[in-house]
């Protein structure tokens, strides 16, 4: 087979896998956090859609609203600013989209003799790619906010901003005691680094020797996510529907997309960083070794399929919880939001980075 | 007979672990996903009522829809004789009577339309009629509907029930 | 003059008064049924018991002569009880069928029965005696004769008043009901005074039965138009709508009483209403605004009197009109146009019907009138359409709905002749059907002004509500177009333009709305 044909095939390949994968979670997020906001608060939640008197416990109920998005009118609001109102949710869908380019899915695979790599794009800056596509998000939020010429969507945006500039420093700092412990920020190499013990019995995950940094990291993600606590941007008791209140049909959808894909890509980033991506617990290449020296071989078909299902698990309960802390946790106040993060978030993310590289200059290591 | 006394518990000051929100979170994270587990498991602590397949009992002296009485010949009781429409407060009761060709009747509305859009349930149409023949035991709330026209309800449709 | 204390209160009254009717003067009304002012004394009916002193029964009221020195007392506990006890009688075999009476509201047997009675019924409701309800007994009327309490004003009344006889009495006791003979139905032209002195639901009206509750409508002073009689009338209306007419009591003019065709005069002001001024092009009628059509009538008038002379304008004025509406076309005519071409005429298609009693042959409310105000009728009025029909007539503003007694298919020949015709009226009919501009005015319930009756009383009638549609009121209507040809009028409603007419036109000189009041004042001449 021709090389550059292989590649191209490949590198589709990769690309519908991963945008499969994470479109299928945005879609049944939306019925999950439905579905679990109505069951934790002793309701039903959705039931009604129905396929042919099917309705399958309301999963049906994304197509339906995806449905309906499509067949709504596409209105544009007489003050809104015509470009970059439409432009706005374009921005705000699409770094997050694109931030799905690095993250491995899965352990390295040989076919047809080539070694690939189950990674859309392997890039030696990893992470900072992240930060810096995923940042772009602001000005989705951002334009939406002061393009629709209306006073909700302005303070939304104008909040969002703020919270999202405020939490993206602490987010990068959390991050660094992670890059100093692997020494990479290549995330291939931070995942494949994880794959060992620490102390002989925890396997090396990101959240055993960053357990602080993990929680920064977690929080930071939530609040640049603008997920509950931290969805003051649309906080509706103050603000309607905050920046997208004059965002309707496919338009709004997109926001939505936006923010449940935000969910799924930052679970997919917190399960590589802090908790191996694809490693599962004392699997090897080879199959399982339990520390004390127990274990058993398995078929490396297996252990591909263990490992895929492990990232897949991992991505799966960590959007799950974003779900599952929106309804249990309050939303923030405005000023509690920005002391947390200026005042809380940020002083312990540089003693984290402090403490680390005390750690690891530590002489006898 | 001694007024008791209760304690009512007030904001303390929150001790460190406490102010660190972190085991609080996961205590809360804990009520949330008791309370899901146990939905998914048994049902029973759902409150969401099915609404149209499930309707709720009313208490006897609900106030609903109206409904109009018949004889048991079939023919409305209603007599025409304005008392609910003079009642009414919303001034929601539109009559029209008419010569009945039974002299025993004599007087029968021809028209007799509620505007359910304007009435105000106060049930002084039921208190004010002299036949019982306008009541508002239906148990029953005004339906929604999609036009103004279909909310007036006349006089066969207040027959039905 | 006897003089006589009623419950304390001193009061001087002529010889031979009754009880009752001293006892109105100073303001104490005494319950009854039977006694009605304009009919004779039956005593029947024992509402009106009263105690006086020396007397050791009660007496009633409304049969016993006062004399001199006489004690009455109507508040005591005795009359009280004695009142009671025969309203309880009355109702004995009453159905007590309010809900679908249209006497409820306005029933003496209920007003009583709130005052002196609130009782529980001591007789089962299967017990009473049932009687024949719903009968068509011809006239205006329905009678139910299980309503009836006996009280006989409606004998009386077509013994005394019409004297036709119709109503009697039949079978005894409890059994005693009213009715007319077999075959022979209540046939004379005042029976709907019956539904109105019957004091309960016996005899209601045909024309009203079911239409509305009395308690809805409201009612404003007014007169009848139905003819020169001018009959002093009560009108009932709701929203804008016109429900029945009631005589209203004018010794000089009507009594209390009124004829059944002036009973249906009310339907005038609501059916085939103009309501909307419109002007006709080619056979084509085009809905007009009176800003955009009253300049265009001012024309067309100025326009034929100064092309061809002031007699290429004429004015045909209604006796359907008021005296302060034909004073002012008069004055539009003579000094504004000031064409010769004015008249009016009573006549009216159909025939004069009239009776010795209160039916008049002519059917207009104001021919008097528009003779005392110096507008030619009769011959005048045949002289112009003698002019008319030459061709002579270059523009016509016309008022009323009808042209005297001529038919539709003269009406519009004789029209056809003016090239231009502004008829100002209230309902359709020939006139409108052909004429060229139609400028609807307020109906006899919509505006107010008085009328000259056949004998020259001048009456008041009253607006009881705004005009419906685009109609307007005549007096504005005829300033406004009166300041179009240059008048300079400043007329504001009908009282100006009455004060106006009274300090000009001899026949009304010194009269004022309050001196003409309620029931009217002669006029001179």
Sequence with gaps: MNPALFDLVVAVARIAVMLAFCLTLVVVFTWVERKGAAYIQDRRGPNRAAIFGIRAWGLFHPMADALKFLFKEDFIPDRAHRLFYQIAPMFALAPVIMTIAVIPFGPDVTLFGRRIALQIADLNVGILYIFAVSGMTVYGVVLAGWSSGSKYPLLGGLRSSAQ?????????????????????????????????????????????????????????????????????????????????????????????????????????????????????????????????????????????????????????????????????????????????????????????????????????? | MTIGIRKVARPREMTFPESLYLVEIVKGLGVTMGHMLRNIVRQEGIMTMEYPEVRRRMPPRFRGRHRLMRRPDGSPRCVACYCCATACPAKCITIVAGESPDPAVEKYPVRFDIDMLRCVFCGLCVEACPCDAIRMDTGWFTPPDDSREKLIFTIDVLLEK | MPSLTID??????????????????????????????????????????????????????????????????????????????????????HPIDCPICDQAGEC??????????????????????????????????????????????????????TGTRELQFFRRGDHSEISVFPGRPLNNNYTGNLADICPVGALTSKDFRFKCRVWFLKAFPSVCTGCARGCNVEAFFKGDILYRYKPRVNEAVNRAWMCDFGRLEYKKANNARLLVPFVREDGREKMMSWGGLLPQVAYRLKDAVEREGPDAAAVIASPQSSNEELYLVRRIASDLLGTKNLAFTSRVPGDGFSDGFLIRGDKNPNSRGAQLLRIPGGPAFDELVVKIAAGKVRALLLFGDVLGDLTQEETAGLLSMVPFVAQAGTNEGPVSAVATAVLPIASVAERGGTFTNHAGRVQRFHAGFPPRGKAKDTIGFLTSLANRLGAGWAFDGEASVFRALAATEGPFAGMSYESIGSLGQEAKG
């Design chain 3, 108 to 161: 003496e047997l209920q007003n009583y029965y709130m005052k002196f009675g609130l009782h529980k019924s001591r007789f089962a409701l299967e017990d009473k005696v049932r009687k024949k309800k719903v009968q068509d007994i011809g006239g205006q009327i329905v009678l139910d004769a299980e309503r009836c309490i006996l009280c006989s004003r409606c004998v009386r009344f077509l013994e005394e008043v």
């Design chain 3, 8 to 93: 304390g209160k001193a009061v001087d009254v002529p010889v031979g008064t009754t009880i009752i009717n001293a006892a109105e003067k100073i303001g104490i009304e005494i319950p009854r049924y039977c006694y009605h002012k304009h009919l004779s004394v039956a005593g029947n009916c024992r509402m009106c018991l009263v105690e006086v002193e020396k007397f050791p029964k009660l007496q009633t009221a409304c049969s016993t002569v006062v004399t001199d020195g006489m004690v009455v007392r109507t508040d005591t506990e005795k009359v009280r009880k004695a009142v009671t006890g025969v309203l309880e009688f009355l109702l004995i075999n």
């Design chain 1, 164 to 365: 999202m500039l405020s939490y993206e420093v602490s987010m990068g700092l959390s991050l660094m005691g992670i890059f100093m412990v692997f020494q990479s920020v290549r995330l291939s190499q931070i995942v494949a680094a994880q794959g060992g013990l620490l102390f002989g019995v925890l396997p090396k995950w990101g959240v055993f020797v960053q357990p602080l940094g993990f929680v920064l990291f977690l929080v930071a993600q939530y609040a640049e996510a603008n997920r509950t606590p931290f969805d003051l941007p649309e906080g509706e008791s103050e603000l309607v529907a905050g920046y997208h209140t004059e965002y309707g049909s496919f338009k709004f959808s997109m926001f939505m997309m936006a923010e449940y894909f935000h969910m799924v890509v930052g679970a997919a980033i917190l399960s590589t960083l802090f908790f191996g991506g694809w490693q599962f617990p004392y699997l090897g290449d080879t199959g399982f070794l339990f520390p004390g020296g127990a274990g058993f071989a398995l078929p490396p078909a297996l252990v591909f399929l263990l490992r895929i299902g492990s990232f897949v698990g991992k991505v799966v309960f960590f959007a799950w919880l974003y779900v599952w802390v929106r309804w249990t946790i309050p939303r923030f106040r405005y000023d509690q939001v920005m002391r947390l993060g200026w005042k809380m978030m940020l002083p312990l993310s540089l003693a984290n980075l402090f403490a680390t590289g005390l750690i690891l200059l530590l002489p006898g290591r």
